[in-house]
């Protein structure tokens, strides 16, 4: 079986250092699926790119981890929903709001329950939204631009959740109290 390394800045190709470099700042470690990542500096930058746009959006940072959580659990990806997890709860997401959706479930909070169920629509309808998906979304307060936004934080957690899942990243320490794995098909 074909195993992924995990690079370091050091072992990175020349393209991918910055990434890392940027990651290793923001995070105090690089996290183990953009060290695998980095083997592809097109995939690496992409990503990137992608994320700090994401992060610069309309959207809070609690609503942006709800949704990041949402899509790791919708596509199975354990690593993911152990980090977004962590994340999701550093950022002041109720633990039984993350629970909920750690489990399939909705959060209790109004607006982070419409993300999250126009998140988990588009990845199962695969960007197909009925009218009434959108009106949902937009009677829960959102905004047209906002429900375009969140197509981009699916495209960029679908790079973290694909990669998690051909990759098979190790857990980071400080994530292994959110361990999940997914449900057997």
């Keep these: ?13 020349a393209e991918s250092k910055p990434v890392l470099r940027q990651l290793q700042q923001a995070f105090g470690l690089i996290p183990n699926i953009a060290a695998t990542m980095a083997a592809s500096p097109v995939l690496i930058n ?9 992060h610069a959006s309309s959207l809070t940072e609690p ?10 659990v919708t596509n199975a990806s354990e690593w993911a929903v152990a980090f977004h997890t962590a994340l999701a709860l550093k950022q002041d997401v109720r633990r039984a709001d993350v629970d909920a959706i750690r489990h399939g ?10 993300l999250s169920t126009l998140a988990r629509t588009l990845i199962e309808k695969r ?15 959102f905004s047209a631009g906002q429900l375009l936004e969140v197509i981009a934080v699916v495209a960029a957690s679908t ?10 990243p190790e ?8 361990v999940w794995r997914a449900p057997v098909a």
Excluded: C
């Design 1 to 13: 079986m074909f195993h992924y390394p995990a690079h370091t800045i050091e072992s990175a190709p």
């Design 46 to 54: 992409g990503f990137i790119g992608l994320f700090e746009r994401v």
């Design 63 to 72: 609503q942006i981890q709800t949704l990041l959580l949402t899509n790791a």
């Design 105 to 114: 479930g909705l959060p209790a909070d109004a607006g982070l329950a419409a």
């Design 127 to 141: 960007g197909r939204l009925a009218e009434a998906d959108k009106q949902r979304f937009f009677d829960a307060g």
């Design 159 to 168: 790079i973290t959740n694909y990669t998690g899942s051909v990759t098979q």
């Design 171 to 178: 857990l980071e320490a400080p994530f292994t109290e959110f």
